[in-house]
């Protein structure tokens, strides 16, 4: 039988610092790109990204202490910023032009005077995006996007008793250690998302910061620097995308003019 030990020690938790790393890295290092499209000053998605790193830190206390039910609601409100940060990248890519320097849908939303449009438009605007169809078409292969999100709906409205009981610390530990099996699983696939998505709308966002820091120091860069990827994102992408999706890795590889290794 598992014990209590065995649920402090479930890779989850070991996932999910990995994960807090990787946003804490990428929100440094996109700060300093411009935006474009909004009169926002500082990068927009600098913020959105230190936001879903506290929203991973905020899961990984909760489900230290044994809320797996909880933890799930804000899986759902990370699944939702991840797709968010995509829709309003691609929105702002579609609609900025020197006629429309400000795109004002995205404008609003920033200025706390309009709301964006619901997680289903959102998500279709992605998935009917010709600049990231590559990915959508992995992306959406099956139906396991689907299944997530009905868990995350299903915890956040005890539509299940099953999943209000997941908050109860005196749960039988074999129900709780399976269903943190599937929480670590829906969690990844998640960031898997993001990050694919990523490469192909923002993929810029991965370089390392060698070519910068040599233009910074009036050095002249090695040809090509600009297209070296950043540790931190190397590392996700071997032991993370690779591992779990080698599909979606190959297919990145095939389509980016990032050098990943």
């Not at 879903?52 to 699944?79: E, F, P, V």
């Amino acid at each position: 039988m598992p014990s209590e030990q065995d649920y402090q020690n479930h890779p989850v938790f070991a996932q999910l610092e990995h994960y807090i790393s990787f946003y804490e890295s990428l929100a440094y290092s996109v700060f300093s790109f411009i935006p474009g499209g909004t009169s926002a000053i500082c990068n927009i998605d600098s913020n959105v990204y230190s936001s879903m790193q506290g929203t991973l830190a905020s899961i990984h206390a909760i489900l230290q202490c044994g809320k797996i039910n909880d933890a799930y609601a804000l899986l759902r409100k990370y699944y939702d910023a991840a797709i968010i940060n995509i829709y309003s990248n691609l929105y702002l890519e579609d609609h900025f032009s020197i006629e429309n320097f400000v795109v004002q849908h995205i404008e609003n939303w920033l200025n706390g005077t309009d709301r964006l449009p619901e997680y289903r438009v959102m998500s279709q605007y992605i998935r009917t995006s010709h600049r990231v169809t590559p990915i959508s078409e992995l992306i959406y292969c099956d139906e396991r996007y689907k299944h997530l999100r009905d868990r995350c709906n299903d915890h956040t409205h005890y539509n299940f008793y099953y999943n209000l009981r997941l908050n109860d610390i005196e749960v039988d530990l074999s129900t709780r250690i399976k269903a943190l099996d599937v929480f670590a699983s829906d969690v990844r696939d998640v960031m898997i998302l993001h990050v694919a998505y990523l490469f192909f709308a923002k993929e810029f966002y991965m370089a390392s910061d060698d070519y910068i820091g040599c233009l910074d120091c009036g050095v002249t860069p090695e040809p090509d620097s600009q297209y070296w990827v950043a540790p931190f994102v190397q590392d996700f992408f071997d032991h993370v995308v690779t591992l779990y999706r080698p599909d979606i890795a190959a297919r990145i590889r095939e389509n980016t003019s990032m050098h990943l290794k």
